[in-house]
């Protein structure tokens, strides 16, 4: 695994108002050392499990593809959540694939989520492309225990001190929900009533934030969010937006844009696991906003400085 670490510039002065710790030392890199040699005599403020795109399925590998592997391959993850006693731990989409009908696509997300649900903490799920290809979004959540007063899959919660958003980003261009296999995967939107809803909780909230997203908020493209840049622009005018942690691209990268880290994360399905093939991660939330991803396997490290 490789580390990386970022020290981009930020806007986000409310944070020396809220931080204590290393959160005022993360300009250069002396204060960056200082930075981390103060994490290690304080521990995390929150300790949150991270993993994406499982895609499990009893059917045959596609390419890199190893559908049944994934139902081995979160069983470790999930131990590991446990032995270092995640507050919480986050999925972020894809979390079965297609079946060919819809009995058998809710029996593969019984099968999986009676292994993500050994972890003994709270379970978030973003809903992803694959989710809902065959199901509805409500058929998909309900299986997974995720019955909401709301009755929408983007919503925000508070832990630690910090605030978190769930987005969903499954919806055609024209703003009907993915779902029954009405969608091309490359028409993913973030729809205005959604942006709206996002722009008013990040105005009420006075906390750090951290957003989960399985569509690239960080990307245009095939795997980017119609609307990317207008979703970037209500994280950035909040001025609270630390990080968004994403999947859907299978591939590990990280850039910042408009002082916000967009991370996004390793698929879990990608190779055999007779190989020694996985992904998953830790998320370390530190006092001041800095934030340290201790990845698995095929997931790599990062270390995003806040200041």
Request: aromatic share 10%; with cysteine.
């Amino acid at each position: 695994m490789t580390k990386n670490i970022s020290r981009p510039g930020s806007r986000r002065t409310f944070l020396a108002e809220t931080a204590f710790g290393c959160g005022a030392l993360v300009l250069g890199s002396q204060g960056f050392a200082a930075c981390a040699a103060a994490e290690k005599e304080t521990p995390p403020v929150l300790k949150i499990g991270l993993l994406t795109d499982m895609h499990y399925a009893e059917k045959v590998t596609a390419g890199n593809r190893h559908y049944r592997d994934s139902l081995r391959k979160i069983r470790p993850a999930v131990d590991h959540f446990n032995k270092v006693k995640a507050d919480f731990a986050v999925e972020l989409g894809d979390f079965v694939d297609e079946a060919p009908t819809l009995e058998e696509e809710l029996a593969y997300v019984e099968k999986i989520e009676a292994e993500f649900a050994r972890f003994k903490g709270d379970r978030h799920y973003v809903l992803g492309n694959h989710c809902v290809s065959r199901l509805k979004k409500e058929e998909f959540l309900s299986s997974c225990g995720q019955r909401r007063k709301e009755k929408r899959a983007y919503y925000s919660f508070d832990r630690g001190g910090f605030h978190f958003v769930v987005l969903d980003a499954c919806f055609r261009s024209d703003g009907v929900p993915y779902g029954r296999k009405n969608f091309k995967w490359t028409d993913t939107e973030i729809p205005p009533v959604e942006r709206k809803w996002l722009a008013a909780d990040l105005q009420k909230n006075s906390r750090p934030t951290i957003v989960f997203a399985h569509q690239r908020l960080d990307v245009g493209g095939s795997y980017g969010v119609k609307s990317a840049v207008k979703v970037r622009k209500i994280l950035e005018d909040s001025g609270r937006v630390l990080a968004v942690f994403q999947g859907h691209n299978h591939v590990n990268d990280h850039k910042v844009i408009g002082g916000v880290h967009y991370v996004t994360l390793a698929a879990l399905i990608e190779g055999a696991l007779a190989k020694g093939n996985n992904a998953w991660s830790v998320l370390e939330v530190y006092p001041g906003g800095v934030l340290k991803v201790d990845g698995f396997h095929h997931q790599e490290d990062y270390s995003l400085a806040a200041d």
